[in-house]
């Protein structure tokens, strides 16, 4: 069991089945408080929970009602005062700075954020006690049980077949491509992240070995409490720990590469797939630490393909990230964050980021709520090229049009507003969109063949692709449609 979990709340004890009526009258066991506090935290929705790892409490339904209400739809995040009404279309300052909480375009939650950091005192001790509880109840029952079905057939014989006790249970071989040797390969090249502010803050996600020289790729909200002079650790499943900085870290990508200090000569990266090539049904499994329970795997299915997602942690100073996401149903939930999405061959295809959930509670919420089956996965060939721009110069790139454009709710497409940020131009001078003819109140509805319905749907588009692409850009302009060829710019660093 691990102790990531400390500081969460505990969930009660699994209720006991009743005991068949003829059976001994047993003694109620008295159930063990939980002894753990409320996260603090804040991870995902994020797609939210903050952990971890990811960053909810989800609304139950009035008692023996069904079938339960309807999820509410969550807005997108606030990134915090001063917002205005546009960003830059992958422009300089400003590319997330119009969120609000009208922005509901996209059912997409904050991120699952890191779990709550470890915390000194009680905790850990309510999660053993929760634990220990459930198996004393089970054991009753359990026993229970066995002492009737023996006193009935006290007078029938004994119909008792010995299990085999062959040794060779222990040397049981899973068949190559079978769920059980996929994630007994890949088990070994994750690690379970802690980061930890200087003022004792943090959480925990996930991450994955990229390569043998140490570097572990996973979200930039996973390891933001550790900048600025905090702790990072990352945890192989083996329980050898080791200390780690951060190389890079890409808010709008929601990237960042950590490297351990003096790491193991014997590290194994795992396999890169080509998310390109994923098809709506293909088998996912995926590895985290949800909720801290390191280790944890789970299986499911892409979903959906190119999925717009706009999430942020939900703090007043934080930005969004913008992805065009793989949507799996594997369970992914607070503590998942930064973890691998395989295909059945054990190849990466994704980094869990965000999931969605029926809370509608963001970072800084009393609970937190899991998964419902709508989980999102940054895709492998965007996190791979990000991942080496951060390891050879620390700083992100991100590919930009030139122009302002609406953040708010719409589903005409993308308009370019009539400013930029903070009073600039809107369309930059020189930059690509000028170039192209676009200019303000210009509606973009296209990006090559994907339709974009608005400003964070082009913005993730945007990023998928690198600077110097090509791209044919569609737009409407006083009820007439244009289409124009576009040569991507390019923008270095968050700021």
Known sequence: MSTENEGNPVPPAPSAPPVPPTSPAASPHAAASDGGEAPTAPIPSAPQSAPAGDPY???????????????????YADPGAGAGTGAAAGVGAGWGSSYDQQHQQYPHQPFQQPQAAPKKGGGRGGLIA??????????????????????????????????????????????????????????????????????????TGTGFVF?????????????????????????????????????????????????????????????????DNVAVGDETIAIGAPFGLSNTVTTGIISAKNRPVA???????????????????ASINPGNSGGPLLNASGAVIGINSAIQSSSSGGLGST??????????????????????????????????????????????????????????????SGGPADKAGLKPGDVITKLDDSVIDSGPTLIGEIWTHKPGDKVQVTYKRGGSEHTVEMTLGSRVGDN
């Open 57 to 75: 409490a989800a609304p139950r339904a009035p008692e023996g009602s069904w079938p339960p209400p309807p999820p509410a739809t969550p807005s």
């Open 311 to 329: 999430s942020s942690d939900g703090s007043s100073t934080s930005k969004a990230s913008y992805m065009s996401a793989l949507q799996t149903d």
């Open 211 to 275: 390569d043998t020289q140490g570097h572990i790729v996973t979200n930039n909200h996973v390891v933001a409490d550790a900048l600025d002079g905090g702790k990072l650790t990352a945890t192989f499943p083996d329980g050898k720990k080791y200390d780690a900085e951060v190389v890079g870290h890409a808010q709008g990508y929601d990237v960042a590469v950590i490297k351990l200090k003096n790491p193991p000569s014997d590290l194994k990266p795992l396999a890169l797939g080509n998310s």
């Open 130 to 203: 929760a634990v220990l509880v459930a198996a004393l109840v089970a054991g009753g029952i359990g026993g229970g049980l066995g002492y009737t079905l023996a006193k009935n057939n006290d007078d029938v014989g004994s119909t008792t077949v010995s299990a085999s006790t062959d040794g060779g249970a222990t040397q049981v071989k899973r068949a190559a491509g079978t769920i059980a040797a996929v994630a007994n390969k890949a088990l070994p090249s994750t690690v379970t992240i802690e980061a930890e502010s200087t003022s004792g803050e943090g959480g």
């Open 367 to 428: 609970g937190q709520s899991g998964s419902i089956g709508l989980g999102f996965a940054i895709p492998i060939n965007q996190a791979k090229y990000v991942a080496q721009q951060l390891i050879r110069t620390g700083k992100p790139v991100y590919a930009k049009i030139g122009a302002s454009v609406s953040l708010e709710d719409s589903s005409a497409g993308a308009q370019i507003t009539d400013s930029g940020s903070g009073g600039a131009a809107a369309v930059e």
